[in-house]
Nanobody, 115 residues
Framework: QVQLVESGGGLVQPGGSLRLSCAASTSILSFPTMGWYRQAPGKQRDMVAAITIGGYTDYADFVKGRVTISRDNAKNTVYLQMNSLKPEDTAEYYC?????????WGKGTLVTVSS
């Protein structure tokens, strides 16, 4: 079983940037896909971005052009670079490791975009 620990959240002004990190306790090469999700209070959890072992990336329409997902297999870490942040990006951001038959989740890191 893998442990995922997110970090890098915080308070940022509109238009600002943040880089989130997701550190895994085991090799992320064990998981075909790693992803970032977010959940705002009272709303469902939505996929933000995902990246496969082969480097294929997928982004939600609401972040396209503002967000980049990347992975460092040697460090067992997945990153989410977020630019041009908007107040509506405020949410808890969760890392996900997808394997066949089971998904693993971190506990989240809070991103607040406010002036």
């Amino acid at each position: 079983q893998v442990q995922l620990v997110e970090s890098g959240g915080g308070l940022v002004q509109p238009g600002g940037s943040l880089r989130l990190s997701c550190a895994a306790s085991t090799s992320i090469l064990s998981f075909p896909t790693m992803g970032w999700y977010r959940q705002a209070p009272g709303k469902q959890r939505d996929m933000v971005a995902a990246i496969t072992i082969g480097g294929y990336t997928d982004y939600a329409d609401f972040v396209k052009g503002r967000v980049t997902i990347s992975r460092d297999n040697a460090k067992n870490t997945v990153y989410l670079q977020m630019n041009s942040l908007k107040p509506e990006d405020t949410a808890e951001y969760y890392c996900q490791a997808r394997s066949i038959g089971e998904d693993y989740w971190g506990k989240g890191t809070l991103v607040t975009v406010s002036s």
